[in-house]
C-alpha cells in the first residue's frame, strides 16, 4: 500500500508561514493527496486535496511535487488556531477507496 | 447544521457489556467509515460501507460489527468492550465517484470508557 511518511512535530510562529511537508515516494498516478487536520478534542477536519497541480483554498496551498513523490502544505499565516495535528493522506482507488491516515504532524505555534 | 451527527458523545460502559454507537448524516453520502483513534494515536480504520457494500479491515477483531440500515445511519457495536478498546470512535462519510477525491467529512466523535 502507498505510505506517507510525515515529520512527527514542527513548530512556528504566528503571522509566519508554516511548511509541512509529506513523502509518498511509492504513490501512484490515480492516487489523491489529502490532507486533514484534527484540533484537539474534535474530529479531523478537510484541509485541502491535490492529483497534480498545485492547489490553493481558503485555508491552505498544496504544493506537490513534479514526481509526485512528496507534497507541502503551506498555511500562508499560521494563527494559535491553526495548532493541531496534520495528516497526510493518500486516497487509493485500487484499494477500494480506503483513508489511513498515518501519524500526522503535530504543529505547534507560538505567540 | 451539523452534517455527521454522532451519538453519545460520551460513553461509559463496563468491561464486557455491549455498547451501539451511532452515526448519522444529512449529506446523502454512499460511503460511511468508522475510525478509532486512541489516545495520542492516529485513526485507525476499522471497516466502512460503500452503499450496503460492507469492507472489514483485515485487523479489526470480531468483537467490533456495524451495522447500515439505511443511507443515513450507520452503526458501531461493541460486543464485549474490553478496557483496550477505550478509544475516540470517529464516523466519517464521503461520496464515491468514478475519479473522485472521496473528501472525508467526520463526526465529532464518540468517547468510550470501560471501566
Known amino acids: 500500500d502507498a505510505k506517507t511518511t510525515q515529520p512527527n512535530s514542527m513548530e512556528s510562529n504566528e503571522e509566519e508561514p508554516v511548511h509541512l511537508p509529506c513523502n509518498h515516494s511509492?504513490?501512484?498516478?490515480?492516487?489523491?493527496i489529502h490532507w486533514y487536520r484534527q484540533l484537539p478534542s474534535q474530529g479531523p477536519e478537510y484541509v485541502i486535496h491535490g492529483l497534480t497541480s498545485n492547489v490553493n483554498n481558503r485555508m491552505a496551498s498544496l504544493a506537490i511535487a513534479e514526481d509526485r513523490k512528496s507534497s507541502t502544505l503551506i498555511l500562508h499565516r499560521a494563527t494559535l488556531r491553526d495548532a493541531a495535528v496534520y495528516y497526510c493522506i493518500l486516497r487509493v482507488p485500487r484499494n477500494n477507496n480506503d483513508m489511513r491516515f498515518g501519524a500526522g504532524t503535530r504543529l505547534t505555534v507560538k505567540p | 447544521d451539523a452534517m455527521v451527527i454522532q451519538n453519545p458523545r460520551y460513553q461509559v460502559t463496563q468491561f464486557g457489556k455491549p455498547v451501539t454507537l451511532s452515526c448519522s448524516q444529512t449529506?446523502?453520502?454512499?460511503?460511511m467509515y468508522w475510525y478509532q483513534q486512541k489516545s495520542s494515536q492516529a485513526p485507525k480504520l476499522l471497516f466502512h460501507?460503500?452503499?450496503?457494500?460492507?469492507?472489514n479491515e483485515a485487523d479489526t477483531p470480531d468483537n467490533f460489527q456495524s451495522r447500515r440500515p439505511n443511507t443515513s445511519f450507520c452503526f458501531l457495536d461493541i460486543r464485549s468492550p474490553g478496557l483496550g478498546d477505550a478509544a475516540m470512535y470517529l464516523c466519517?462519510?464521503?461520496?464515491?465517484?468514478?475519479?473522485?477525491?472521496?473528501?472525508?467529512?467526520f463526526g465529532a466523535g464518540s468517547r468510550l470508557t470501560v471501566l
Open positions: 460501507y460503500y452503499d450496503k457494500d460492507f469492507n
Open positions: 449529506l446523502n453520502h454512499n460511503v
Open positions: 466519517a462519510t464521503s461520496i464515491r465517484r468514478q475519479g473522485g477525491a472521496n473528501v472525508l467529512t
Open positions: 511509492t504513490i501512484s498516478g490515480t492516487d489523491y
